[in-house]
């Protein structure tokens, strides 16, 4: 049996500091058939749109490219001219980290078969909106030799999370067992190490090597087909973008963390998250006037946490950091709360 994979490393992507990733592959590989598989956890929601990955030019006027991407919350396959997939659910959870596969095959006789997308292992099948390439339809993608992005597709449609455990299977259409398998006794749906080849433009980030924000995007797979990493940072402190948030729980300090989650913000002139929700920041008035909950809760056992004060007005307000209920209403009101 394939081991199950223990992830050991994420790469944090702070839309703020316009973070992303690049690669112009010098050969093309195939265009028809391959296969996109990594693990996710979003940061700031419902923000327009934002890339997972893009295939062809990086500006958002290009005729021709291929991008999988959320439009504000739903998952969106598109080009310039054709939407071809957007999903009628929404991935919102600030808490979860997500399996996401996208499957592209235009060799298949069935126009439906053409493009598959997976989340957790389940494929998905409710679209608002579905089209379909044509018969061995050659379309931008990472096997074309122009600029593809991860994390990026124009001047401002930049991804805000955390990615991890990135394949791409150039020339082959696989199933989600190649990368995952459900937990008998949990049901959740867990990571496997992929064991197959990678084609001539495949590659797997694994974003492990912290010797340099160069060697961040370096390709493990053994084709050294390696990104260009964009404005990530390895200083020490706030701005360390090699996580060890991962979706697997490897060890006391490599798991999935708890951050502040978007959905809890209160009242009607909130404070402001950043940073793959990592960072709170006031509002121009100088009051936060509401508070915002973690996306872990505790029930019994023993808890760490800590929280970092880069700025305090204590002119305007006050802050405020602790624990309560899971049902505490934030009040508003001058004072800051946390």
């Given at each position: 049996l394939t081991p199950l994979k223990f992830v050991?490393?994420?790469?944090?992507?702070?839309?703020?500091?316009?973070?992303?990733?690049?690669?112009?592959?010098?050969?093309?590989?195939?265009?028809?058939?391959?296969?996109?598989?990594?693990w996710l956890k979003r940061g700031i929601l419902n923000n327009g749109e934002q890339t997972i990955f893009n295939a062809?030019?990086?500006?958002?006027?290009?005729?021709?490219?291929?991008?999988?991407?959320?439009?504000g919350d739903n998952l969106d396959i598109t080009n310039a001219s054709t939407d071809f997939r957007r999903t009628t659910a929404v991935y919102r959870d600030p808490a979860a980290w997500y399996h996401f596969m996208l499957v592209w095959d235009t060799t298949q006789a069935t126009s439906t078969n053409r493009q598959k997308m997976y989340i957790n292992g389940v494929q998905v099948t409710s679209?608002?909106?579905?089209?379909?390439?044509?018969?061995?339809?050659?379309?931008?993608?990472?096997?074309?030799?122009?600029?593809?992005?991860?994390?990026?597709?124009?001047?401002?449609?930049?991804?805000?999370?955390?990615?991890?455990e990135i394949n791409f299977i150039d020339g082959q259409a696989l199933t989600p067992s190649s990368f995952g398998k459900f937990n008998s006794a949990t049901g959740v749906w867990q990571p496997?190490?992929?064991?197959?080849?990678?084609?001539?433009n495949g590659f797997y980030l694994n974003f492990s090597n912290t010797t340099s924000t160069t060697t961040l995007g370096y390709d493990s797979s053994g084709n050294k087909n390696n990104w260009n990493t964009n404005n990530f940072s390895l200083t020490?402190?706030?701005?360390?973008?090699?996580?060890?948030?991962?979706?697997?729980?490897?060890?006391?300090?490599?798991?999935?963390?708890?951050?502040?989650?978007?959905?809890?913000?209160?009242?009607?002139?909130?404070?402001?998250?950043?940073?793959?929700?990592?960072?709170?920041?006031?509002?121009?008035?100088?009051?936060?006037?509401?508070?915002?909950?973690?996306?872990?809760?505790?029930?019994?056992?023993?808890?760490?946490?800590?929280?970092t004060?880069?700025?305090?007005?204590?002119?305007?307000?006050?802050?405020?950091?602790?624990?309560?209920p899971n049902n505490y209403v934030v009040p508003s009101g001058n004072d800051a709360t946390t």
């Open positions: 050991n490393n994420s790469l944090r992507f702070r839309s703020s500091n316009s973070a992303y990733l690049t690669r112009t592959p010098t050969v093309t590989g195939n265009r028809t058939t391959w296969t996109w598989s990594g062809g030019p990086n500006t958002s006027s290009a005729d021709n490219f291929f991008g999988f991407r959320f439009e679209f608002s909106t579905a089209n379909y390439p044509a018969l061995n339809t050659a379309l931008q993608s990472l096997s074309n030799t122009t600029t593809s992005g991860m994390g990026i597709c124009g001047p401002s449609q930049y991804f805000d999370g955390y990615l991890a496997l190490k992929y064991t197959g080849t990678y084609g001539t020490t402190g706030n701005t360390y973008d090699a996580m060890v948030d991962v979706p697997t729980l490897t060890s006391a300090n490599v798991a999935n963390y708890c951050v502040q989650n978007p959905l809890t913000i209160s009242i009607a002139n909130p404070s402001t998250l950043v940073w793959a929700n990592m960072l709170q920041t006031g509002n121009s008035g100088g009051y936060f006037q509401g508070g915002i909950q973690g996306t872990i809760g505790m029930t019994t056992g023993k808890f760490y946490w800590e929280c004060v880069t700025s305090l007005n204590t002119t305007n307000g006050y802050q405020f950091w602790g624990v309560a």
